[in-house]
C-alpha cells in the first residue's frame, strides 16, 4: 500500500503571512512598563501566599511528628 500526500495550502509558506483564522483567542493588548511591574509584583505576592500555606502545613505536621516522638520517648 503506497501512503497518498495530501496537498497543504501553505506549501512552501510561513503560517505567519497567512490570512488570520477566526480563534478563540483574545487579541494581544500591549502593556506599559507600569503594568508588568504591577502584574509581577501581584504574581510574586500570590506565591508567597501560597508557600506560607504550605509552610504553615509543614509545620503542623512536624508538630505532630514531634508530639509523637515524645511519646515514644518517655518511659
Known amino acids: 500500500m503506497v501512503a ?10 510561513p503560517s505567519s503571512l497567512l490570512p488570520a483564522q477566526k480563534s478563540a483567542r483574545k487579541p494581544w493588548i500591549k502593556k506599559t512598563p ?6 509581577q509584583a501581584a504574581k510574586l505576592r500570590s506565591q508567597i501566599e501560597e508557600r506560607e500555606r504550605e509552610l ?11 508530639e509523637a516522638r515524645k511519646i515514644f520517648e518517655s518511659p
Open 56 to 66: 504553615t502545613d509543614l509545620h503542623k505536621q512536624l508538630q505532630k511528628f514531634e
Open 4 to 13: 497518498q500526500k495530501h496537498a497543504e495550502p501553505s506549501a512552501g509558506k
Open 34 to 39: 507600569v503594568e508588568v511591574v504591577l502584574d
